[in-house]
């Protein structure tokens, strides 16, 4: 459940805003050769990390327009492995893939930011979040988008620590 203050959402806005910003420079200083090799062997790449992100955002995007229309939060999942290999990351130039993740998250970071408190912060009781967000809760509990926005943010930071740390 998201129960922060409006100080505490903006806070958190940004602290996203940031690391967006942070994450892009620091992504666009790994080689397109160090890019292209998995951190360990049988695992994604980093360009493969980034390309799963751009897809996160791009399942989330949808997600959190959506569910400011509905009282609940029960969204589709994806198959990460097939949406990843499908798309063929590893072909891609890594400074587009970079860039398409940086704006992409802008974009998302806007949405957050003009997304109503009230449609933030209401209690939604039927939810598949249990499944499909990386914080784990119990199917019975009542969640909040503020609540999901949050969890992808986290996924994200993750991820970026995958590739970065």
């Not at 806070?11 to 892009?24: P, Q, V, Y």
């Not at 609540?147 to 996924?155: E, L």
Request: avoid cysteine; charged fraction near 25%.
């Amino acid at each position: 459940m998201d129960s922060q203050t409006n100080t505490g959402y903006a806070d958190f806005l940004s602290d996203f805003g940031e690391t967006i910003e942070t994450a892009a420079a620091r992504l666009l200083e790994i080689s397109e050769e160090r890019s292209a090799v998995p951190r360990v062997e049988g695992k994604w790449s980093r360009k493969e990390i980034i390309g799963h992100l751009i897809d996160s955002a791009s399942n989330n995007h949808s997600r959190f327009v959506r569910a400011q229309f509905t009282d609940e939060l029960v969204f589709p999942g994806y198959e990460q492995n097939a949406w990843v290999e499908s798309q063929r990351y590893q072909e891609k130039p890594w400074p587009e893939l970079v860039a398409l993740w940086q704006l992409y998250n802008r974009h998302i970071l806007h949405i957050m930011k003009v997304t109503p408190a009230d449609t933030r912060m209401k209690l939604r009781h039927k939810h598949n979040l249990h499944v499909i967000a990386s914080d784990k809760l119990s199917p019975d509990e009542p969640v909040t988008l503020g609540f999901f926005m949050r969890d992808y943010v986290d996924h994200l930071k993750k991820h970026l620590d995958q590739i970065l740390g």
